[in-house]
DNA sequence: TAGGCCATGTAACCGGTTACATGATTAG
DNA sequence: CTAATCATGTAACCGGTTACATGGCCTA
């Protein structure tokens, strides 16, 4: 799942900038499983022209900067075919949120409440986001990965508030923590 | 969530050695949301020891090549609960699957059916691996992180089986594939 | 008039992985 | 006899981020 398959697949379902792949990617429908910055986009789009995957028309529109709208070509399509077609590596999933679940028993209790909650706020966000995109969506995979989304974060979201206060009670509270200091 | 933390949050639990910690970390109580290797990790734990935040012992086994067994220290202690303390960053997640499932209308049939199976294989060992975490698991946070990553991963695979074939729907057949090209 | 949006790009940096070296021991 | 497990470590590499440059336009 590197930059170069990231910015064939977004290609492949309709024309773009590097700008606007970089959006999609961190605000828009892939924002949720997948990540990239400009410094990796632009050389990616790069080297894939490079290696005629992509080409691109320059539109000048007055009053703003002129922009590489790029087409994936017939040998693009063939690479991302290939790049889709053999098994998918396992989905990278790190959380530093569960790191400090996981220490609760050795935290003090309102550092572990602030975690939770700021925990709670970001599922949140990503859940209305999805839910937003899932409404304007007109592609059906699309929609089924923001249905997919939405079961997966808005599952995590209700057993974290359903349970939210059996982690909390692992944790130290301040006379316990003075307690094990001595 | 660098090394350096993971390694103190581990020490934190108990004293071990780098080896563990990789192992914990790729295919222990951590490795579901965490991961780290041994090019990592050794160097991260000499830069704690430097800094005062780790002490080892040497423990020779006959037969067995030398182990240095870490321990964090007070100040090791110290700094965890300072990174701990600070709202925890967004959870990363990137899913190559769900990148092909986007694609999918793009996707001969075949190739979309292959990366579910593959995904809901993952899925399973998954959370199989946290079903048997959880069985063993002696802390309150540890048992808790588990049941989360249950509820998760066990709710994905339910979703994704219920669901899969609306997905397959999408993709293109053969034939449909051949029509598109002309 | 300050800041944000559009839009492209690059260079320095960095946190990690990969692949290797070493070597005794045990399991198949 | 081979392969894996234990156990530590390093050097080369790499894919990516961060921070910056550029510059006109629009909004608060």
């Known amino acids: 799942?590197?930059?170069?398959?990231?910015c064939l697949a977004i290609l492949s379902a309709?024309?773009?900038?590097?700008?606007?792949?970089?959006?999609?990617?961190?605000?828009g429908k892939y924002s949720y499983f997948v990540d990239a910055s400009y410094g990796a986009i632009y050389p990616?789009?790069?080297?894939?022209?490079?290696?005629?995957?992509?080409?691109?028309r320059e539109e000048s529109q007055p009053g703003k900067p002129?922009?590489?709208?790029?087409?994936?070509?017939?040998?693009?399509?063939?690479?991302l075919i290939e790049a889709l077609c053999d098994a998918p590596s396992k989905d990278i999933f790190k959380s530093e949120f569960l790191l400090i679940a996981m220490s609760a028993s050795r935290l003090p209790r309102e550092a572990l409440a602030r975690a939770i909650e700021t925990r709670e706020v970001q599922l949140k966000e990503e859940v209305d986001l999805i839910q937003?995109?899932?409404?304007?969506?007109?592609?059906?995979?699309?929609?089924?990965?923001?249905?997919?989304?939405?079961?997966?974060m808005g599952g995590s979201l209700a057993h974290?508030?359903?349970?939210?206060d059996e982690l909390l009670a692992v944790a130290q509270n301040e006379t316990e923590r003075l307690d094990a200091a001595e």
Chains 1, 2 share one sequence.
């Open 132 to 152: 937003s995109l899932r409404d304007s969506a007109k592609d059906e995979g699309t929609r089924w990965v923001c249905d997919y989304g939405m079961a997966c």
């Open 44 to 56: 990616a789009l790069n080297r894939l022209e490079n290696d005629g995957c992509v080409t691109f």
């Open 66 to 79: 002129p922009r590489k709208v790029y087409s994936i070509t017939r040998e693009g399509h063939r690479e």
């Open 14 to 27: 309709g024309d773009t900038t590097g700008y606007d792949i970089r959006k999609l990617s961190t605000e």
């Open 1 to 6: 799942m590197n930059i170069r398959t990231l």
């Open 160 to 164: 974290l508030q359903a349970t939210k």
